[in-house]
């Protein structure tokens, strides 16, 4: 089955200490990216990745990493965690080509007290 | 830069009602327009899509058509069910394809 998973699906973690969320896709997709989706707010991007070894900032970047030494895998890394950083957590992929449609993980959702 | 605007929610309708969820979209260029639906506890599900002016997106009953003139995409239903609650995302990618702009998303509540 064609699929994103993400884990942990839920995490309650405390300030400042590190921590990283994988993503893994199963559809051989180039692009792979990260959003945030806060109440009131929608989704907004973190970070993208086109392809391996490739990884540009979306709108809201600050206190987040990413890496992409695979192509199915793109993990979000919180080096220090801060309370603004609260919030529900999607990846997704692509392939290429121009049909645009993103498909998501279920979601990882992050509290940081 | 891009934006995309929805009508503020929640929405609350009665089993069988006509649904417009109205959005609108500012971009440079000619973006691909799409609504996405989250169900509860769930990840996005793509609904439909249009990639140029007055194509018309339709899945499940749901409508939108690409409205260059006036900049908008607007989701209807002509008979909403129980089943349809969820929240709607509208979105525009642009034209490289590497970021999905987001509308703030609408609640939609549909009652038996």
């Known amino acids: 089955e064609a699929q994103v998973t993400q884990n942990p699906r839920y995490l309650i973690t405390v300030t400042g200490k590190k921590l990283t969320v994988t993503c893994s896709q199963n559809?051989?997709?180039?692009?792979m990216s990260w959003y945030r989706q806060d109440p009131g707010l929608g989704l907004r991007q973190i970070y993208y990745?086109?392809?391996?070894?490739?990884?540009d900032k979306g709108d809201v970047p600050e206190g987040y990493k990413v890496s992409r030494k695979e192509k199915r895998n793109f993990p979000l890394i919180l080096e220090s965690p801060s309370p603004n950083q609260t919030s529900l957590y999607f990846c997704?992929?692509?392939?290429?080509?121009?049909?645009?449609?993103?498909?998501f993980g279920p979601g990882t959702r992050l509290t940081v007290t | 830069g891009n934006s995309v605007t929805q009508m503020e929610g929640p929405v609350t309708l009665s089993e069988e009602a006509f649904l417009t969820i109205n959005c609108t979209y500012t971009?440079?260029?000619?973006?691909?327009l799409f609504w996405y639906v989250q169900y509860p506890g769930e990840g996005l599900q793509l609904l439909l899509k249009?990639?140029?002016?007055?194509d018309k997106g339709s899945n499940k009953g749901f409508e939108a058509t690409y409205r260059k003139e006036t900049t908008s995409f607007h989701l209807e239903k002509g008979s909403v069910q129980v089943s349809d609650s969820a929240v709607y995302f509208c979105?525009?990618?642009?034209?490289?394809?590497?970021?999905?702009?987001f509308g703030e998303g609408t609640q939609l509540t549909v009652n038996p």
């Open positions: 979105a525009l990618s642009e034209t490289s394809g590497s970021r999905l702009t």
């Open positions: 249009a990639t140029k002016a007055d």
């Open positions: 997704a992929s692509k392939g290429a080509g121009g049909t645009h449609e993103q498909y």
């Open positions: 971009a440079t260029g000619y973006p691909s």
């Open positions: 990745s086109m392809n391996v070894e490739v990884t």
């Open positions: 559809m051989n997709h180039e692009y």
